[in-house]
């Protein structure tokens, strides 16, 4: 995993080409549903992000193959501009690869931004919001501890709402390396 870079932006069309598998992430007020578009805006924003508050997205990478294309992307969701405090509040965005999914990558990889956020960077509470339809998005927020806190409209639709603070993060922590204890 590394934050995202320029050479990313061909792997980044060919995920958003696949507009079947990426439908949730399709509707972004004031944007086209253009592959080439909705990647350029990605990756800028993510490099914008690290640049000022040093949080954005990152790729995923096979295990091994670090040269590879990356399999998707994982991290937080700052736009160009936005006066966000990363110690206070983040929000958590994640995508990856049809030919990819399904393979644990999206749940390893955000743990590991969830520890970066919660232990480096400070960050009191993390929120996701997805289509109450994403059932893969609403699957992977479970594995990674997040509880449905309310439903919103955002993206120009109803979306639902998770979150996660740092104190149950840490519960989650102590008591997942106590089970592996036994
Ligand atoms: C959401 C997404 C990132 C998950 O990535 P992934 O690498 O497949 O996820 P993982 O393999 O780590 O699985 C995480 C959990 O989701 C579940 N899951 C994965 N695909 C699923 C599916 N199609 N339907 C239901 N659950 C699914 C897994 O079983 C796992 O749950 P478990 O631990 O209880 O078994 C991926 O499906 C994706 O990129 N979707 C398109 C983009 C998108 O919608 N992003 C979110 C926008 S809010």
């Not at 193959?65 to 937080?76: D, E, H, M, V, W």
């Not at 958590?92 to 969830?114: D, F, P, Q, S």
């Not at 960050?123 to 609403?138: K, V």
Request: charged content about 25%.
């Amino acid at each position: 995993m590394r934050p995202l870079e320029r050479d990313d932006l061909p792997a980044l069309e060919n995920l958003f080409a696949d507009q079947e598998h990426m439908w949730d992430l399709m509707d972004i007020p004031g944007r086209s549903n253009d592959p080439g578009d909705l990647s350029r805006y990605y990756l800028e924003r993510s490099l914008w992000a690290f640049e000022h508050h040093g949080a954005g997205m990152w790729g995923v990478l096979e295990r091994d193959r670090s040269n590879a294309p990356i399999l998707g992307y994982t991290g937080f969701v700052i736009d160009i501009g936005d006066d966000v405090n990363p110690a206070e509040k983040l929000e958590a965005g994640w995508a990856i690869a049809r030919r990819a999914a399904g393979k644990g990558h999206a749940a390893e990889a955000t743990a590991r931004v969830l520890e970066h956020a919660f232990m480096d960077l400070g960050t009191r509470s993390i929120q996701a919001i997805t289509s109450p339809h994403n059932l893969s998005s609403r699957r992977l927020m479970s594995r990674l501890g997040f509880a449905y806190d309310r439903d919103v409209v955002a993206y120009q639709g109803p979306q639902v709402l998770y979150a996660i603070n740092r104190q149950d993060w840490l519960a989650g922590c102590r008591s997942a390396k106590l089970h592996a204890s036994w």
